[in-house]
């Protein structure tokens, strides 16, 4: 199983929910449990590195419109 695809079905199989509870807050996610939701990305990653450590967690914001982020790094300095 790739990581985090289990975290990733828990959120699209709650997406609804959270979106009329949480729209615009993270939630953190782990082993198919919706753990809690947070005002702030920062304070749901510090949870979840509180109570998992070096265990993969998902933290994901609640939105209507899921933006995928992609970002590539070129080093063109000689």
Known sequence: MKVLEQELKTFEENRASLLANSEGKFVLIRDGSVIAVYDSKGD?????????????FLVKQVLKLDLSQSFLYENTLP
């Open 44 to 56: 749901a990653l510090a949870e979840g590195f509180k109570r998992f450590c070096n265990v993969p």
